[in-house]
């Protein structure tokens, strides 16, 4: 299947009736879309009460692809908020089988820093990472350009394929070693994410402040010919792995869920099993 989804479910003011309070925004959200990415996961890792209220408000098929914390990922360096690396895998590991445990854990999605090059110490942790979290499927996405060039592209990918592990593609701003081409191979056979960033490469360059900077690095709007070039992407995926995972990022003008439902329609793709819409309160039969 192709399943399109958007990073986060908290800020798609399209998606939500008049009537909806923020607790009922991933409610209102799984009646649009049958994936969702857990992005708050990286800053936090959310506890079990909380998965299993995401996990009851949602459909019985739905999926989470669950961020991993930003301490796996090494954008906290080595200043960890947990006494031993350990203890921060443990629980994030609880969390994620919270999630799987409802049989609702699409991938755990590990994304690394664009400062986390090709280099034999890092091909280690990733191993490391794939024996801590070897009971959860797992995307591997990077941001470093060194990944990808001519030298390394082939045997990063058969290090994906031989560890199981699947590889995030990517469309986001080609905007030097900090950004990452799109290349169109899916590394297992069950399962392949793609992860839509926009293109904004002025905004991917100069993010700004910590404060604003996701506002200005992903906003951008898919023109119809974008969106194109998108669906023969999804496309030539699907041809590769019997599930497509496809999560819009670009939503800092909130433009995120009008380009999922446009490829929606490209795709001639209509989802069943979702939770039903909320009605405004003079809609309805009488």
């Known amino acids: 299947m192709i399943l399109i989804g958007l990073t986060g479910w908290g800020d798609h003011a399209s998606l939500y009736s008049e009537q909806s309070t923020s607790r009922d925004k991933l409610f209102d959200y799984s009646a649009h879309f049958p994936i969702v990415e857990v992005d708050t996961s990286f800053y936090a890792i959310p506890s079990e009460r909380n998965v299993k209220k995401w996990c ?28 031993t ?21 699409g991938m755990v999605l590990v994304q690394f820093p664009p400062w986390y090059d090709c280099q034999a110490k890092n091909v280690m942790y990733i191993r490391y990472v794939k024996e801590q979290l070897k009971d959860f499927p797992i995307a591997i996405e990077f941001r470093n ?34 950004s990452v081409p799109l290349v169109s191979v899916s590394t297992t056979k069950d399962i392949v994410l793609f992860r839509i960033h926009g293109r904004n490469i002025h905004g991917w360059r100069n993010a700004g402040n910590s404060q604003n900077w996701r506002e200005v690095r992903f906003l951008y709007d898919y023109n119809e010919e974008e969106l194109g070039q998108i669906a023969d992407v999804v496309r030539d995926l699907k041809e ?37 819409k909320q009605l405004d309160i003079f809609e309805g039969d009488i």
């Not at 350009?145 to 080609?174: A, G």
């Not at 792995?241 to 995120?256: E, I, P, Q």
Request: proline share 3%; glycine share 6%.
């Open 56 to 83: 009851s408000q949602t459909p019985s098929n739905f999926k989470f692809v669950l961020k991993a914390y930003q301490g796996i990922t090494g954008h906290l360096r080595d200043e960890l908020p947990f006494e």
């Open 85 to 105: 690396r350990n203890d921060m895998f443990e629980a994030f590991k609880t969390c994620a089988n919270s999630f799987h445990e409802e049989g609702k854990l």
């Open 145 to 178: 350009q060194t990944w990808y060039t001519d030298e390394n592209r082939s045997e990063m990918l058969q290090f994906l394929k031989d560890n199981e592990l699947i590889h995030s593609v990517c469309d986001e701003p080609q905007a030097g070693s900090g």
């Open 240 to 276: 590769q792995s019997k599930d497509v995972y496809v999560l819009f990022n670009n939503n800092s003008g909130h433009h995120a869920a009008k380009n999922a439902k446009q490829l929606m329609s490209m795709l001639d793709i209509e989802y069943s099993g979702l939770s039903p």
